[in-house]
């Protein structure tokens, strides 16, 4: 079935550094994709998403491309700040044998030092 | 605008004891989910309803029993609890089907002793 495999952490970052988690997908069909992010104590929030191939998403600086042909979804981040400290999610919305489904990573903590 | 909130927020239980734990959205989404999430595992989705009046088996349904009361409230109960679902329960809400943005409540710290 459809699953996300997603870059194992924990991650420490110095502010201001680049940042990238890797997220990588197995589906059938055109699933779509998302990362979330999940601050202490929090439910999930949705940081951002791509519904079809070639699709950016991006939102408070944080990108990822939709790649089809490399079947990834990568978040990046140019300049990490101390509040991006969290544990960041992918997942897909995909197809099992039982109908729809949502498919969420293992989730990466990251944490930012000043 | 609360969004989506749960009910109770922390739970103990012993082995074999039953629970309800309760979510209510106030967004007017049609759909709902109900997810654990577990260290290591990521969050997986026990059941979802993706209307009123209609529920469905996710990745990990046994052990669960789920009631759509209304458009509004999505309630998760265990029969008979075990150690194994000792986890944190997340609830969600989206407009309409499980391929849209998910709204998240706060959770659910349940240990079953």
């Known amino acids: 079935g459809d699953s996300v495999t997603q870059m194992e952490g924990p991650v420490t970052l110095s502010e201001e550094a680049f940042l990238t988690i890797n997220c990588t997908y197995t589906?059938?069909?055109?699933?779509?994709l998302f990362w979330y992010v999940q601050y202490p104590g929090e439910g999930l929030q949705l940081l951002l998403k791509?519904?079809?191939?070639?699709d950016k998403g991006s939102n408070k600086g944080f990108e990822a491309t939709y790649r089809k042909e490399t079947t990834s979804f990568h978040l990046e981040k140019g300049s990490v700040q101390v509040s991006d400290s969290a544990v960041y999610f992918c997942?897909?919305?995909?197809?099992?044998?039982?109908?729809?489904?949502?498919?969420f990573g293992t989730g990466t903590s990251l944490t930012v030092i000043p | 605008n609360a969004g989506v909130t749960q009910t109770p927020k922390f739970q103990v239980l012993k082995t074999g004891q039953s629970m309800t734990l309760q979510c209510a959205q106030d967004?007017?989404?049609?759909?709902m989910y109900w997810y654990r999430q577990d260290p290591g595992m990521g969050l997986r989705l026990i059941y979802y309803?993706?209307?009123?009046?209609?529920?469905d088996k996710g990745e990990v349904p046994n052990g669960y029993n789920v009631s759509r009361l209304n458009k509004r409230e999505f309630s998760l109960r265990l029969e008979s609890a075990a150690p194994s679902q000792t986890s944190v329960y997340f609830c969600?809400?989206?407009?309409?089907?499980?391929?849209?943005?998910?709204?998240f409540g706060p959770g659910t710290r349940l240990t079953v002793t």
């Open positions: 589906a059938t069909g055109y699933p779509s």
């Open positions: 309803s993706a209307s009123e009046g209609t529920t």
């Open positions: 967004m007017n989404h049609n759909s």
């Open positions: 791509a519904t079809k191939a070639d």
């Open positions: 997942a897909l919305s995909g197809k099992s044998n039982t109908g729809n489904q949502f498919y």
């Open positions: 969600a809400s989206s407009v309409s089907g499980i391929s849209y943005e998910q709204y």
